[in-house]
């Protein structure tokens, strides 16, 4: 009965959980994708839901594949930058995810993952790894509150290494 009466009161309030059997009981809800772009590396943009979406890097080696080399600092040079951002129209406010995916990682290495103006919003681990088919990713949850995406980078913090950056993906969420 008591289960029945929270089931009840839980409905009734609007609550997303409720008591059964003396324990809580949440259901997970996984975010709806309303759109997603993959962008390659080698190309200069990609379009999400009519929205133009570009990349740019700072210090980078491109190769004859479609990679382009990020690199940690070193002691003469800064750390490699890619970074997307929204063009013409503006985004839908809400929630967004971005992913990076790298392959021929040289070393172990730390990611920031940072807005231009300055804050980093999720840093990331990579494993050395050879072999263009050895992907690995890092990815990070944001907000947008004005319409713009607005220089979302990634970049090496860990001290002479490289990295080959394969494709860009951003989602947004409803």
């Keep these: 009965m008591r289960t029945r009466v929270a089931l ?11 008591q059964a059997q003396g324990r809580l009981v949440k259901p997970t ?18 379009n999400l839901s009519g929205v133009g979406i570009n990349l740019r890097y700072v210090r980078v080696n491109v190769d004859a594949g479609q990679s382009l080399q990020l690199m940690g600092p070193t002691s003469g040079t800064l750390a490699s930058s890619a970074m997307v951002y929204s063009t013409g129209s503006r985004l839908p406010n809400g929630s967004y995810s971005v992913r990076f995916d790298f392959h021929d990682v040289t070393a172990a290495t730390q990611l920031a993952v940072t807005w231009l103006s300055g804050g980093t919003i999720a840093t990331c681990t990579l494993n050395a790894s050879s072999g263009p088919n050895n992907i690995q990713s890092c990815a990070a949850s944001f907000a947008i509150t004005d319409g713009w995406l607005n220089f979302l980078g990634v970049q090496p913090t860990t ?5 080959w950056l394969t494709q860009v993906t951003v989602t947004r969420y409803q």
Aim: aromatic content about 8%; cysteine-free; hydrophobic content about 50%.
């Design 8 to 18: 009840f009161l839980g409905l009734l309030l609007g609550h997303s959980s409720v």
């Design 29 to 46: 809800f996984a975010p709806s994708v309303a759109a997603t772009v993959t962008v390659p590396a080698m190309s200069s943009g990609g």
């Design 159 to 163: 001290y002479g290494v490289s990295m």
